[in-house]
């Protein structure tokens, strides 16, 4: 029996600490065993092979499929030479530069990471205090409430997930079929007058009364999880994971190149278990769209379980679909005539001069009651706002 290789030791060890610590900055939760794993791995792989230590740690390291990127990049600027460290880390200081050469999420959230190890360079005495100008300058929450969620690092990534959980989402109550018994009611309960009278010997001595039953409507949310849609999907499933924890009938479907269910996966109190679980039934995470058959097989295997007592259908998607829209418009108006309420949250709505060039946009907006941005906190706050509020008046056609 071969006896099993010891862990590594020395700078290698060290150095795999740091860089779990480094990824664990960037917003992956890993803790102490995590790093043990890894060690371990790495007796078990060979170190000669750049790509076979990156698969490995990323096996172990990584648990959803949006951590993936992040990862990649740390493993490629950690494991490299310093001075590609240093670069990174002086990318993420220029955040108040807004130019067309940003730099993607995933390497702003690896430079603060690693910005988060260099000490703070000393002040010289000699040098006068800087002069600040803050005639037009706003709160650090109010630049969160409006900052496009593509465009967030790892803190501030965090720190809108903290403002999503204090969400609050009361839909608009309809009445329903249902009565209630009530003193102040509109209708004579005569079931319940004729129950009382035999106590008395049958003799009516006061009409009983009974009130409608009003209940929110039920909530149906499609959530696009393509590639062009990764970003503000993994923020949006917090806002989906708060409201299906806050009330019922609430239906929570993702898709891009299939559907895919997840509404039992999200009732779980623990957000990390419910986005686990998610990480677990969704097999095309960031990959290609197609709207119109995600739709067309949400309105077959789904549309009568889910879309009844005048239901409100949140479809979150940036129109792109890979199909070019293929029986994408015959999809939408069923769909639309199934519910009470069709709302398209777009993010690509966040530039003013949006236009529906492409042929899924051109195609949905017909068939769709309402089309709202989806790109910031601020787009949140108005959402909520409009789904507790009654709907505006459709003009009869």
Partial sequence: MQAEAPPP????????????????RAGLRLGTADAIEATRALTLLDIGSRRQVQAGLRAILVRRHDQQEVFDQAFALFWRDPEAARHAAAMA????????????PASRRVAEALQGDRPP??????????????????????????????A?????????????????????????????????GARVDLRATLRDSMRTGGEILGLSRKRRVKRPPPLVVLCDISGSMARYAQILLHFLHAVENDRDRVSTFLFGTRLSNVTRALKNRDPEVAFEMVSHLVPD???????????????????RRVLGQGAVVLLITDGLDRQGAAGLAEAAARLQRSCRRLIWLNPLLR???????????RALLP????????HNLNALRDLVASLSSPPPRRSSR
Avoid: Y
Avoid at 93 to 104: A, E, F, Q, T
Avoid at 125 to 147: F, G, H, I, N, W
Avoid at 367 to 374: A, G, I, K, N, Y
């Fill in 9 to 24: 030791a020395g700078a290698l060890a060290s150095n795999l600490l740091a860089f779990v610590r480094l990824l664990r």
């Fill in 93 to 104: 200081l220029m955040d108040g530069i807004k130019d067309k050469s940003r730099p993607p």
């Fill in 121 to 150: 360079a000393p002040k010289k005495s000699d040098e006068p205090p800087p002069m600040l100008d803050v005639a037009m300058t706003v709160s650090d929450r109010e630049r969160l409430m409006q900052m496009d969620f593509e």
């Fill in 152 to 184: 967030m690092g790892a803190e501030e990534i965090a720190a809108a997930k903290q403002e999503i959980r204090k969400l609050h989402l009361p839909l608009d109550e309809r009445p329903t079929r249902r009565f209630h018994p009530h003193a102040a």
């Fill in 285 to 303: 995470w960031s990959g290609g769209t197609r709207i119109g058959e995600s739709i067309a097989t949400f309105n077959h295997d789904w549309g």
């Fill in 351 to 361: 530039w003013e001069g949006f236009q529906p060039k492409s042929q899924g946009a």
């Fill in 367 to 374: 068939h769709v009651h309402e089309h709202r941005p989806v």
